[in-house]
């Protein structure tokens, strides 16, 4: 044990060292910590007062409410009845928490290798009323099934980062909500389905307070986001994406696989088409930039039509006939898709001041995550989006 313990630690001093995000005068990098699952558990949960996010995640929308992530902290909560004017209620303080979804009033979201479940049928006092423990294995540090690890991210001058791991410890009236395109989680006819780096999870939500654990389906390592459509989970991977039937949604059945090259791959799907963007990233240097429109309407057969070059694609939305893209640092896109072979020639709009990673289309306005907050749109003209709201974050 004590040799895989070492062998774990010098892992992540390498990963400490090769993920830092060169930022003018100073360097972001990743300081690793490994606590062990009984501290973990120990960690407070719970709400508290209102501030700002430092950094945002994963975004929800649950009738008027709007739920942002802060990646590894928690979920910020927002009355969005007015998205000019959008309200800070309180943040719900979760460490390890990356991906929510919601549904009848509970809302679900990870904690590490845990999955809690809370009620927020009273927003002035969410409770946590479960937590299934041992669902999520992404966190376990390899032979120490003990020990997880998690990390911060940390700004340092340039000139004195020497690459030493210094803090290393031992110790719409719905009844589900809508998540983005880089969302993990996602709900279906009472099943929730959760993916992790090579797995799919499915819980037993029919009674909602009590999430019950089903299994996990292996689907190869790479596995990214989850989106649902219809009777369709389409699950992005960095090397294509995997189209499940939930016809019986307790034992999804995989119908086929569309393959690409190697790629960080957000998925939607409108009617008989699935949209994909490809780009380069920290994980997919192998990648090009590009949207692909794949024609799903054979599920067992899905095959590319059209093929656009973009910037740095992220997330995208659709809505009607027009098209929403977040381009990375080069902004964000809207486009018309009526003809889908000419959709880089309908472009409607860029808007290239914003940072995006993702978008939601939601019904009172277009949602979308940028690094300077999280900002709202009126997208009743989608060539003339018009701002009307940025939650800032706490830089």
């Known amino acids: 044990m004590k040799k895989n313990l070492i062998n774990v630690l010098l892992f992540l001093l390498v990963f400490a060292v090769f993920t830092g995000c060169k930022k003018d005068e100073y360097e972001m990098i990743k300081i690793v910590k490994m606590i062990s699952v009984q501290q973990m558990r120990a960690l407070p949960v719970g709400m508290t007062k209102a501030t700002p996010a430092k950094k945002t995640g994963k975004i929800y929308i649950y009738n008027n409410y709007l739920f942002i992530?802060?990646?590894n902290e928690g979920i910020h909560i927002y009355n969005n009845a007015n998205p000019g004017a959008p309200v800070n209620m309180g943040f719900l303080q979760i460490p390890g928490n990356v991906d929510l979804a919601i549904h009848n009033n509970i809302l679900y979201a990870d904690n590490f290798i845990d999955l809690l479940a809370f009620d927020i049928s009273n927003m002035n006092?969410?409770?946590?009323?479960?937590?299934?423990?041992?669902?999520?294995?992404?966190?376990?540090?390899?032979g120490a099934q003990k020990y997880l690890y998690t990390y911060k991210d940390t700004l340092v001058k340039k000139q004195t980062y020497k690459g030493v791991i210094n803090d290393l410890a031992y110790s719409n009236n719905s009844s589900s909500g809508q998540g983005g395109s880089m969302a993990r989680f996602?709900?279906?006819?009472?099943y929730l389905y959760a993916v992790g780096i090579n797995n799919l999870s499915l819980f037993d939500v029919k009674t909602a307070s009590n999430p019950t654990f089903l299994k996990a389906i292996s689907l190869g390592w790479g596995?990214?986001?989850i989106f649902p459509y219809e009777n369709k989970l389409f699950i992005g991977t960095n090397s294509g994406m995997h189209i499940f039937s939930t016809t019986d949604p307790a034992n999804p059945v995989k119908l086929s696989t569309y393959s690409h090259i190697f790629?960080?791959?957000?998925v939607v799907v409108q009617g008989k088409y699935a949209y994909v963007t490809l780009r380069t990233g920290n994980m997919c240097r192998q990648a090009t930039n590009q949207l692909e429109v794949v024609d799903i309407e054979d599920p067992t057969k899905p095959k590319q039509i059209a093929v656009y070059p973009m910037q740095n694609p992220?997330?995208?939305?659709?809505?009607?006939?027009?098209?929403?893209?977040?381009e990375g640092n080069y902004g964000i896109k809207s486009f018309n898709i009526t003809d889908k072979t000419k959709i880089g020639d309908n472009m409607l709009q860029h808007l290239n001041n914003i940072k995006s990673f993702?978008?939601?289309?939601?019904?009172?306005?277009?949602i979308v995550t940028g690094e300077d907050g999280v900002y709202q749109f009126n997208y009743n003209n989608a060539a003339n989006l018009k701002q009307l709201s940025i939650i800032k974050g706490q830089r």
């Open 69 to 71: 992530n802060e990646p």
């Open 125 to 142: 006092n969410i409770k946590q009323v479960k937590r299934v423990t041992d669902v999520f294995n992404q966190f376990y540090l390899p």
């Open 186 to 190: 996602t709900l279906m006819n009472d």
């Open 223 to 225: 596995v990214e986001t």
């Open 263 to 266: 790629a960080c791959d957000p």
């Open 314 to 326: 992220h997330g995208l939305s659709t809505s009607g006939n027009n098209l929403f893209l977040c």
């Open 358 to 366: 993702d978008v939601i289309a939601g019904p009172k306005s277009l």
